[in-house]
């Protein structure tokens, strides 16, 4: 069965610290993304991982990819409160038709 | 530049009544469509996707079904609600041969009654 966990479910952090969010997948894929929804909004692309070892870094976001190992990290440095959301990988387990299997989503709040 | 319209927005239905959700898309020729649905504070689920006109695959059984009368509309369907089709539904579109993301729609949160 093709699985993505993402871990945590849930995250709290202060401002200013840095985090991991991790996803891990069961599948032989090479092409992962990052989306970012906010409450009851619709889904955002953050990162798209097209090979083994990308890296991909927006503002306080960093994304890798490891195809071997099958994970994908999220990095926040220095939380700001903007970034409450919640964080979902997915990967692209069938070539030609972007079918994805998307994550358990990791729920994000940061505070002061 | 390339759009997604999805309505309604929210929509309120009893058992048993019919459903029909409209995607359409502008800027792009022969996109992959999708819908996907979302329960409250799950992850999302692929229902049906379409790599062109008339071809729609389903990925789980269900009381729904889709339809791709043109190039960049997609229709999600049901003729009658059960109280298990609640959530919020996303349609997206992708162009496979430009390695983007998916792109989706602002969604359309049902509530069954």
């Known amino acids: 069965e093709l699985k993505v966990e993402q871990n945590p479910l849930f995250l709290s952090m202060q401002e200013g610290k840095n985090y991991t969010i991790y996803c891990n997948y069961s599948?032989?894929?090479?092409?992962l993304y990052w989306y970012r929804q906010d409450p009851g909004k619709s889904l955002e692309s953050l990162f798209v991982?097209?090979?083994?070892?990308a890296v991909k870094q927006e503002g306080r976001l960093m994304a890798s990819l490891d195809t071997k190992a099958r994970l994908s990290t999220l990095h926040i440095t220095a939380a700001v409160h903007d970034l409450s959301a919640t964080y979902f990988c997915?990967?692209?387990?069938?070539?030609?038709?972007?079918?994805?299997?998307f994550g358990t989503g990791t729920r994000l709040q940061v505070f002061p | 530049s390339q759009t997604i319209h999805q309505w309604p927005a929210t929509l309120v239905q009893p058992v048993g009544s019919p459903l029909s959700l409209e995607c359409t898309v502008e800027?792009?020729?022969?996109?992959?469509l999708y819908w996907y649905r979302q329960a409250a504070g799950r992850g999302l689920q692929l229902l049906f996707y379409?790599?062109?006109?008339?071809?729609i695959s389903s990925e789980v059984p269900q009381n729904l079904s889709a339809s791709r009368p043109q190039d960049r509309q997609f229709i999600l369907s049901s003729k009658k609600l059960l109280l298990s089709d609640s959530g919020f539904y996303l349609c997206?579109?992708?162009?496979?041969?430009?390695?983007?993301?998916?792109?989706f729609g602002d969604g359309t949160r049902l509530s069954i009654l």
């Open positions: 379409s790599v062109g006109i008339g071809q």
């Open positions: 997915a990967v692209d387990w069938a070539y030609n038709t972007d079918k994805l299997i």
């Open positions: 997206a579109w992708s162009v496979t041969a430009l390695n983007q993301p998916q792109h």
């Open positions: 599948t032989t894929s090479d092409r």
């Open positions: 800027g792009t020729s022969n996109p992959n």
């Open positions: 991982l097209l090979s083994n070892g």
